[in-house]
T-cell receptor
């Protein structure tokens, strides 16, 4: 039981490039979330999903897209990377009272 | 308006003493849940404690307790008998919305435990 797995752990992108941050969970949890954490700050909710085929915007969705074709996977897509998207990205899966986080993806856009 | 407010960016506590980390929240939902997470320097998020809005008693988990004051909309974390390993960032979080689908975090408090 791996919990929540995020890949890659680190990535450097050039401005304008695109990439997908992968998140997969093996706990069969319906709720999944993507957050970004800027240095010294809390987590800001980008997108969330309440189940396969259902996604919705969080607090800071601009510049990102998500999909949820299966319960297990919740990828986050950056289409045109900008320096403002330099951050650490966390994926989480939740059931009831507990949330499980991935280890994070540190993204730098230069 | 901020959903979760943590007003202490940083705190120091002497080893073996107790410390309280403040958290206030904003919601109009009658049913919601409050969480505390610990983030060590390694970066992972560790779940500590949960309090439901209808729970009559304050939640406790080992050395962690949550001082829930519903009328004041506060959910402070109390760590008793601090240990050096408690040095970390601490985040307060809230779930709300239909089926509790939204899950918000505060800006965090950096706790340093002094030997």
């Amino acid at each position: 039981n791996a919990g929540v797995t995020q890949t890659p752990k680190f990535r450097i992108l050039k401005i304008g490039q695109s990439m997908t941050l992968q998140c997969t969970q093996d706990m069969n949890h319906n709720y999944m979330y993507w957050y970004r954490q800027d240095p010294g700050m809390g987590l800001k909710l980008i997108y969330y999903s309440v189940g396969a085929g259902i996604t919705d915007k969080g607090e800071v969705p601009n510049g990102y897209n998500v999909s949820r074709s299966t319960t297990e996977d919740f990828p986050l897509r950056l289409e045109l990377a900008a320096p403002s998207q330099t951050s650490v990205y966390f994926c989480a899966a939740r059931v009831n009272t507990e949330a499980f986080f991935g280890q994070g993806t540190r993204l730098t856009v230069v | 308006a901020q959903k979760i407010t943590q007003t202490q960016p940083g705190m120091f506590v002497q080893e073996k003493e107790a410390v309280t980390l403040d958290c206030t929240y904003d919601t109009s939902d009658p049913s919601y849940g409050l969480f505390w997470y610990k983030q060590p320097s390694s970066g992972e998020m560790i779940f500590l404690i949960y309090q439901g809005s209808y729970d009559q008693q304050n939640a406790t988990e080992g050395r962690y307790s949550l001082n829930f004051q519903k009328a004041r909309k506060s959910a402070n974390l109390v760590i008793s008998a601090s240990q050096l390993g408690d040095s970390a960032m601490y985040f307060c979080a809230m779930r709300e919305g239909p089926n509790f689908n939204k899950f918000y975090f505060g800006s965090g408090t950096k706790l340093n435990v002094k030997p």
